[in-house]
Each structure stands twice: as C-alpha cells, then as structure tokens.
C-alpha cells in the first residue's frame, strides 16, 4: 500500500490548514477548494479505496461522517446544507489514493453532478 501525500499531512511533515483531529481521523481545508468551504475528513489509518473497505471499517467510515457532520454545524452550513462525497477510482474522479470525505458547502450544487 503506497504512501500518500495524506500519510505526509497527518505526520505534520506537509502542512495543512487543520480544522479537526484526534486519535483516528484529521479534518483540514481542501488546498484546491471547490467551494467556499471545501474540507477533507480521513481517517489515519490508510485505506486507499471505498473498494477496500472490511465490515470491521464500519465505524472508520460512520466516524467520518459523523465528523463532518459537527464541522458543518461549528460552521454554520448545516441549516443551508452541503454536499458530502467519497470519490472512487478514475471514473471517481479520486486523484489521492487514501480515503478521504469531502465537505462542500458556503454554495447551492447542482443535481445531478456534471
Ligand atoms: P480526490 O480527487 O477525491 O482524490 O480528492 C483529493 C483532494 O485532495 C483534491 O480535492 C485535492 O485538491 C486535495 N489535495 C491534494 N493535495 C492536498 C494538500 N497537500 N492539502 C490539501 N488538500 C490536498
């Protein structure tokens, strides 16, 4: 399982714009932001896919949605709404191969995607 740019964020050896952290999971600003509020929920463990989640990553992935669910509230989009997304692959659109949930929000999206 190769290393990603995100292994570097999490052992603070790439910076990044941190908004939440503990023991299992880093939250931090998007650096290619495609909303005023773009933020990426990981867990430190590296799984590179949605493909390669276990049933025992259940509470990985319920956590991270958890967590982005308390970052849009501290930031006041939770009454407007957002969009929450996991990439996958190519066709995905996945460019860092260690799961991550984007946070969009500060904007209305379109339905359905382009
Ligand atoms: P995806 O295309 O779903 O794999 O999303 C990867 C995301 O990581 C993209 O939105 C990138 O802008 C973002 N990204 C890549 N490198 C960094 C970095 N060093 N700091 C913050 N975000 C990054």
Same mark, same amino acid.
């Given at each position: 399982?190769? !290393? *990603?740019?995100?292994?570097?964020?999490?052992?603070? !050896? &790439?910076?990044?714009?941190?908004?939440?952290?503990?023991? $299992?999971?880093?939250? #931090?600003?998007?650096?290619?932001?495609?909303? @005023?509020?773009?933020?990426?929920?990981? @867990? !430190? !463990?590296?799984?590179? *896919? =949605? $493909?390669?989640?276990?049933?025992?990553?259940?509470?990985?992935?319920?956590?991270? %949605? /958890? =967590?982005?669910?308390?970052?849009?509230?501290?930031?006041?989009?939770?009454?407007?709404?957002?969009? /929450? &997304? #996991?990439?996958?692959?190519?066709?995905?659109?996945? *460019? %860092?191969?260690?799961?991550?949930?984007? /946070?969009?929000?500060?904007?209305?999206?379109?339905?359905?995607?382009?």
């Amino acid at each position: 399982m190769e !290393k *990603t740019i995100f292994d570097k964020i999490i052992a603070k !050896k &790439v910076p990044s714009d941190i908004i939440y952290e503990d023991d $299992n999971y880093l939250a #931090f600003k998007d650096i290619n932001p495609q909303a @005023p509020i773009h933020i990426l929920i990981i @867990p !430190k !463990k590296r799984i590179p *896919t =949605i $493909n390669d989640l276990n049933d025992s990553d259940r509470d990985i992935i319920g956590g991270m %949605v /958890l =967590i982005a669910k308390d970052i849009a509230k501290s930031l006041s989009i939770n009454e407007d709404g957002y969009r /929450l &997304v #996991f990439n996958c692959n190519n066709d995905g659109g996945q *460019t %860092v191969y260690h799961i991550h949930l984007h /946070l969009l929000g500060g904007r209305s999206f379109s339905w359905p995607p382009g």
